[in-house]
């Protein structure tokens, strides 16, 4: 679920700005451009953006100086390569900097989606609808089980699932069967679709 990303592009090139703009926001992020990068820290100070994607090659400040400013101002924030001049120098300082991805212009907008997509999961601000479906089916079962002063072991006795089992389940580390759901709403005495949450 894309809802609620905030991207930042910083890249010279006002017609790549456009079409990336336009194919992150057809995709459900929140896109802004910046075609001045020595305007980078001003901007990030206006809103709290979730990536960015920095091209390397600029006039008044290059990709990689711009990021050692960022860095100094926030260490974690994903930030994603953008560059039609590869190198090995580049990928290199990029790294060191601990950015997230490299993307070679031309790009493929599928892998260039796909890239975006796995650096947002790893800095756990984007879920798939089936794992967002776990974390809320795991959050409701915890609640419920707390609010009855249920342990996890007594939970266990009166579903004969195991704590491992109930424990992978609550952290959403594990998919329940329809079974085992039935089982834990039989035992905290709700209807099954209540454990669902939201969905």
Avoid: W
Avoid at 11 to 18: A, S
Avoid at 87 to 107: G, H, R
Avoid at 138 to 150: A, D, H, M, W
């Amino acid at each position: 679920m894309a809802a609620n990303i905030n991207i930042l592009l910083i890249d010279d090139d006002k017609d790549i700005c456009e079409y990336v703009q336009t194919v992150l926001e057809a995709t459900g992020y929140a896109v802004s451009t910046l075609s001045d990068p020595t305007q980078t820290l001003d901007v990030m100070r206006q809103r709290e953006y979730h990536l960015l994607i920095v091209d390397l090659m600029m006039p008044h400040l290059d990709g990689i100086s711009l990021i050692e400013k960022i860095r100094k101002v926030d260490s974690d924030i994903a930030i994603i390569v953008f560059t039609g001049y590869p190198s090995i120098e580049t990928a290199v300082s990029a790294l060191k900097l601990n950015v997230s991805d490299y993307i070679k212009k031309p790009f493929d907008l599928n892998e260039f989606r796909e890239k975006i997509a796995e650096v947002l999961k790893k800095k756990g601000l984007l879920f798939n609808q089936e794992e967002a479906l776990h974390k809320a089916i795991g959050q409701t079962i915890r609640e419920l089980r707390k609010e009855q002063s249920l342990t996890l072991k007594q939970l266990s006795r009166r579903t004969s699932l195991s704590v491992s089992l109930l424990s992978q389940i609550e952290r959403a580390e594990s998919s329940a069967s329809v079974s085992s759901l039935y089982k834990i709403a039989i035992a905290l005495g709700v209807k099954l679709h209540s454990l669902f949450g939201r969905f």
